[in-house]
């Protein structure tokens, strides 16, 4: 069983950076992709980021490309989001996800982490 702990929300302003973690606990391989969701008030679940453990390729929704990075510590079983210049409709509840194949799909993932709240103001 694999289960992933969030960290590092918060409020903060237009243009402001922040860090997003997921620790990853229980089995995993280095084809697995691991990544982000976000969900605004009254939306949809939207992709944010992807990444293998394996490193090397990475994947983005057009919103945040160019403002965010995901990036992963193996030794710490840890995948990171660093979010620079966020805008308020970055505004959101953060889940980190993890599944064997990688998806734009929420339905793609089968682990998913509780959320942090993640509150841009302008």
């Known amino acids: 069983q694999v289960q992933l702990v969030e960290s590092g929300g918060g409020s903060v302003q237009t243009g402001d950076s922040m860090r997003l973690s997921c620790l990853t606990t229980?089995?995993?391989?280095?084809?697995?992709?691991v990544g982000w969701f976000r969900q605004a008030p009254g939306k949809e679940r939207e992709f944010v980021a992807a990444?293998?453990?394996?490193?090397?390729?990475?994947a983005y929704a057009d919103t945040v490309k160019g403002r965010f990075t995901i990036s992963i510590d193996n030794a710490k079983k840890t995948m990171y989001l660093d979010m620079n210049n966020v805008k308020p409709e970055d505004t959101a509840v953060y889940y980190c996800v993890t599944a064997n194949f990688f998806s734009e799909q929420p339905s793609g993932y089968n682990y998913w982490g509780q959320g942090t709240q993640v509150t841009v103001s302008s």
């Open positions: 990444i293998r453990w394996s490193g090397g390729s990475t």
């Open positions: 229980g089995r995993t391989f280095d084809n697995d992709v």
